[in-house]
């Protein structure tokens, strides 16, 4: 089955920039997502990327997705308080129908 | 963007008794998922909520312990049924409009707490 993996925890100052990993298994899967879950809310789509691109950059938001190592990575400039939040990558592979698999979410801390 | 609604937002239960919660999204979309989300957990699919048949049911997930209903495009309904501590969780339902890709929005969720 599709595994998703990230780390569990980043914490990094204000105006610094954050990258958050991801990797997965499933060489067919097809569409990766970042999603943000902010304490006692639902998800929030930031961005996707699909498989047959490498870059993606949306405002603060850059995707790099490195197919070959099945790596993903979310960069967020500037990182500000507002964006300490649990980040979920999720996948979509051939033949799911919509199903998305999640990683395991990375928590990441902003300080002053 | 499509917008979704669940009700209630959080509830406490006991034991043995069941819950449902409604899913109700702003407009017309072909797909409606529900998700477990278990404390400290990522999100975990649950089921494919069929319009006008039975869900799809992934597994470990049966129907006699989550039945769903999908009666229309814009609404679903998941009991929990027979609850247990197990079960505390978040409960989120999402939609999306296509197969394949398509965004795939996420409702508030339904914060479960089972004593």
């Known amino acids: 089955g599709e595994d998703v993996e990230q780390s569990l925890f980043l914490s990094v100052r204000e105006g610094d920039s954050s990258v958050i990993n991801c990797t997965y298994t499933d060489s067919s899967s097809t569409y990766l997502y970042w999603y943000k879950q902010e304490p006692g809310a639902g998800l929030q789509l930031l961005t996707y990327?699909?498989?047959?691109?490498d870059m993606k950059q949306d405002q603060r938001l850059t995707v790099l997705l490195n197919k070959k190592d099945k790596h993903l990575s979310l960069r967020i400039a500037d990182t500000q308080t507002g964006d300490s939040a649990i980040y979920f990558c999720?996948?979509?592979?051939?033949?799911?129908?919509?199903?998305?698999?999640f990683g395991t979410g990375t928590r990441l801390q902003v300080t002053l | 963007s499509a917008v979704i609604s669940q009700k209630p937002s959080r509830d406490i239960c006991q034991r043995g008794t069941s819950l449902t919660i409604q899913c109700q999204v702003d407009s017309q979309v072909t797909m409606m998922f529900w998700y477990r989300q278990q404390p400290g957990q990522s999100l975990t699919l649950i089921a494919t909520?069929?319009?006008?048949?039975?869900?799809?049911?992934e597994s470990g997930f049966v129907i006699d312990k989550f039945p769903i209903s999908r009666p229309n495009l814009t609404f679903s309904t998941l009991t929990v049924s027979n609850m247990s501590p197990e079960d505390s969780s978040i409960y989120l339902c999402s939609s999306t409009r296509g197969t394949g890709y398509n965004e795939q929005f996420f409702g508030p969720g339904t914060r479960l707490t089972v004593l």
């Open positions: 909520a069929n319009q006008g048949s039975e869900a799809t049911y």
């Open positions: 999720a996948e979509i592979h051939t033949g799911t129908a919509s199903k998305l698999t």
């Open positions: 990327i699909f498989s047959n691109m």
